[in-house]
């Protein structure tokens, strides 16, 4: 089967399971609702700390952050559990492996619907920000917007199928391990507050993952001047590198863990492995 077909069957049979054969406008105003209601959590917990004000620059700094953040966090959660449902919930794991497809191109297709969704659950969150919150937007750097955006959602995609890969070698509960690592993404990767607030050993962790340069990217595509310290130094080039040098060693990674894990997971016979409990 072709890749495209691959990627497209994936993704049909992903929005299928998202939304449980929902009518899609059901299903959308279900997906967008609870990430415009955690963002407006963080505003009203901004609001009390600040004291109201949101028409600074912090304020855009930790909603742009959060906003965009969203990818990562559905995208790592959502790939991350699909070997779990092929395998435990719908028992047609093995069948997808005895198929003539790539694997790691129909777990990507698996990612299309959820980040449809985000993008959606994105789009109505700024917008929201904009009209409500007088979020101040310029796009003095939109080249950077433009570059960066496909960058961090590739970095984004290659991490989410290097740990679904591993998944292959764990029980049940190992979506629980993507949903975590969402986690440390959240804390470390400068998603709502500068990296360097954080203790000096985990600078360098942040500085490690391409999630840390895609959000710089983005928010100081869209406004005037960088937050973070860390990187008011740096030329937009500087930071368009690193984040492209980051995202392609992350698409390497994952290529190899996805073929590792699938040897392994292959001899040790994981593939059709269902605990049932």
Request: glycine letters at 8%.
């Amino acid at each position: 089967m072709g890749l495209w077909r691959t990627i497209k069957t994936a993704g049909w049979l992903g929005w299928q399971i998202e939304a449980n054969w929902a009518e899609p406008f059901t299903f959308i105003a279900y997906a967008i609702t609870r990430p415009i209601f955690s963002t407006l959590i963080l505003v009203l917990m901004y609001k009390v700390v600040a004291g109201g004000q949101t028409s600074t620059a912090l304020f855009a700094y930790i909603y742009l952050g959060n906003a965009f953040f969203m990818y990562t966090a559905n995208v790592l959660a959502g790939v991350g559990i699909v070997i779990h449902e092929d395998r435990e919930r719908y028992e047609m794991l093995k069948y997808i492996y005895l198929a003539p497809i790539v694997t790691y191109f129909y777990m990507l297709g698996r990612c299309i619907p959820k980040l449809a969704i985000t993008t959606l659950a994105v789009l109505v969150t700024v917008v929201m920000g904009i009209w409500i919150f007088d979020l101040k937007l310029t796009f003095g750097h939109w080249p950077l917007v433009i570059f960066s955006f496909p960058l961090g959602i590739i970095a984004t995609i290659a991490l989410g199928i290097a740990l679904a890969s591993l998944t292959l070698l764990t029980a049940r509960h190992g979506f629980f391990m993507t949903e975590g690592t969402a986690g440390i993404f959240y804390l470390v990767s400068g998603a709502v507050f500068p990296i360097e607030v954080l203790p000096n050993w985990l600078e360098p962790v942040a500085l490690a993952f391409p999630i840390t340069y895609w959000l710089e990217g983005l928010r100081r595509g869209m406004m005037d001047a960088p937050v973070s310290q860390v990187f008011a130094g740096w030329s937009d080039e500087k930071l368009l590198l690193i984040l492209a040098l980051t995202t392609a060693l992350s698409v390497l990674l994952s290529v190899i863990i996805n073929r590792g894990i699938e040897y392994i997971a292959r001899k040790q016979g994981k593939l059709d492995q269902v605990f049932n409990y």
